[in-house]
C-alpha cells in the first residue's frame, strides 16, 4: 500500500482560478515533503521542500502547507495559468533510510481557457 | 545549462535483449537516482548512489544492475528484458547531504522503454 496518497488524482480548473490538491501520508519517521510539478514528458521539478517543523512555504503563485500532527499537506495555486496544466506530486522523503524517498502517485491539473 | 541528460529518449527491446541507459549530470552532484514510472503508480527506486564508489538497491532493484561510472556518470542496465519492465526510466541526482537532506532532486526527462 502506498504510504503517500493523493487527492484528487485528476481535476480541471478554468485559467485564473485557484485550486488545493492534498496529500495524506503515513511515512513515519520523515525528514521533509516535497511538492514536484511534471509536465507531459519531461522529468518532475521541484516546487517545494518543507521540513516537519514548518507550516508553509511558497514559489510564486504555488503554497504549501504540512501538518505533522494530522500527516497532511496541501498545495494551493493561485491565479491558475495554461503553463499549470501538469502533474502534481507529493514526496515524502525518510529519515532512516538514506536516500530513500516515497513518491505519491500525483494529481493531474488540466487548466482551460 | 543541460542539468542532468538520459540517452536514450526512446527504446524498443525484445524480450531477452539487453540495454544499458545513460544518465549524466553536470551540477557536481554527489548522489544519483534511477528511478521507473509506471501509470497510477508513484516513482519507485531501483538503485541509487550516494556517492561516487558506491551503489545501493533501492525498492525495485531485481532485474537490473548499476554502475556509477564516475561523478558525473550512472548508467542502469537491463541484462535480460522483460515485458515488466516496460516503463518510463527517470534519472536524478542532489547534493550529498545525509539523511535528512533538504535538497531537492533534479530529474531528467526520461527515457521511455517499451518491451515486446
Known amino acids: 500500500k502506498n504510504q503517500v496518497e493523493q487527492s484528487p488524482q485528476s481535476l480541471i480548473i478554468l485559467e485564473g482560478k485557484n485550486c488545493t490538491l492534498q496529500?495524506?501520508?503515513?511515512?513515519?519517521?520523515?525528514?521533509?515533503l516535497r511538492w514536484y510539478k511534471q509536465d507531459t514528458g519531461r522529468g518532475p521539478v521541484s516546487l517545494t521542500i518543507?521540513?516537519?517543523?514548518?507550516n508553509t512555504k511558497s514559489n510564486g503563485r504555488y503554497t504549501a502547507t504540512l501538518d505533522a500532527d494530522t500527516k497532511q499537506s496541501s498545495l494551493h495555486i493561485t491565479a491558475s495559468q495554461l503553463s499549470d496544466s501538469a502533474s502534481y506530486i507529493c514526496?515524502?522523503?525518510?529519515?532512516?533510510?538514506?536516500?530513500?524517498?516515497?513518491f505519491g502517485a500525483g494529481t493531474q491539473v488540466v487548466v482551460t481557457p | 545549462n543541460a542539468g542532468v541528460t538520459q540517452t536514450p529518449k526512446f527504446q524498443v527491446l525484445k524480450t531477452g535483449q539487453s540495454m544499458t541507459l545513460q544518465c549524466a549530470q553536470d551540477?557536481?552532484?554527489?548522489?544519483m537516482y534511477w528511478y521507473r514510472q509506471d501509470p497510477g503508480m508513484g516513482l519507485r527506486l531501483i538503485y541509487y548512489?550516494?556517492?561516487?564508489?558506491?551503489?545501493d538497491k533501492g525498492e525495485v532493484p531485481n532485474g537490473y544492475n548499476v554502475s556509477r561510472l564516475n561523478k558525473r556518470e550512472f548508467s542502469l542496465r537491463l541484462e535480460s528484458a522483460a515485458p515488466s519492465q516496460t516503463s518510463v526510466y527517470f534519472c536524478?541526482?542532489?547534493?550529498?547531504?545525509?539523511?535528512?537532506?533538504?535538497?531537492?532532486?533534479?530529474f531528467g526527462d526520461g527515457t521511455r522503454l517499451s518491451i515486446l
Open positions: 536524478a541526482s542532489s547534493e550529498r547531504g545525509g539523511q535528512g537532506s533538504n535538497q531537492p532532486q533534479h
Open positions: 496529500c495524506n501520508y503515513t511515512v513515519s519517521p520523515f525528514s521533509n
Open positions: 518543507m521540513t516537519f517543523s514548518e
Open positions: 514526496v515524502v522523503r525518510l529519515t532512516d533510510s538514506w536516500g530513500k524517498f516515497q
Open positions: 551540477m557536481n552532484h554527489n548522489s
Open positions: 548512489s550516494a556517492s561516487e564508489g558506491t551503489t
